[in-house]
């Protein structure tokens, strides 16, 4: 099976719902950050203070374009991933795209707890967290929905959720498309109106 490429803003799952995938399937998990850290010896937030934003997108894309020629491997995508240069045309020609589409009001109540974790939200109050969220999504959103499939990740509080998740997703997408990407976002209506329906009913909690 050729990649595949799990997008999203920060904080909207794709590292826990991609880990719990590969446990589900038996593909290798892995997350473009930490490769890139790994090559470079240096964290994410060195890599934009010593080369700036520009020369970190130089080395994501040169990562990114190394890891697409892995079989059975699902990648965990930074959020800007997708948003520079031809990233996203890339992904959806080497294998599947995964948007993990999550509401702004769960991004937000997982993002506040770890604030102190990510610079770039450290200092910001949480107003200014919310309109930053806001803004971003709207600019990143064209690129997201490009995606071969839009899958929700409000539902990964917990343990229980992470599985039922992961169920109806392998429900819904039993064999992921593995030598072509879909030019219309595949998305089961019913499974969405299921999961909308079970997140007004569970209350916010924090993200582990």
């Excluded at 595949?4 to 998990?29: P, R, S, V, W």
């Excluded at 009001?105 to 974790?117: A, D, W």
């Amino acid at each position: 099976m050729k990649p595949l490429f799990i997008i999203g803003y920060m904080a909207c799952g794709k590292t826990t719902f991609g880990q719990a995938l590969a446990e589900a399937t038996g593909l290798k998990f892995i997350d473009l950050d930490h490769i890139i850290e790994e090559r470079q010896n240096a964290s994410i937030r060195e890599i934009f203070a010593e080369k700036g934003e520009d020369g970190f997108r130089e080395i994501e894309r040169d990562m990114l374009h190394e890891v697409a020629s892995l079989h059975d491997t699902i990648i965990s995508c930074g959020g800007g991933t997708p948003c520079f240069f031809n990233n996203m045309d890339h992904m959806n020609s080497q294998g599947t795209t995964l948007w993990l589409q999550t509401s702004e009001e769960r991004l937000f109540s997982r993002l506040i707890v770890k604030r102190h974790t990510r610079p770039l939200l450290a200092d910001r109050t949480d107003n200014e967290i919310r309109d930053l969220i806001k803004k971003q999504l709207e600019a990143r959103s064209p690129f997201y929905s490009r995606a071969s499939i839009i899958w929700h990740g409000d539902l990964l509080e917990n343990r229980r959720e992470i599985d039922d998740n992961i169920s109806a997703f392998l429900k819904a997408f039993p064999i992921l498309p593995a030598n072509q990407a879909r030019s219309r976002p595949l998305f089961s209506s019913q499974i969405r109106k299921m999961l909308l329906t079970k997140l007004q009913k569970t209350p916010t909690s924090q993200t582990n």
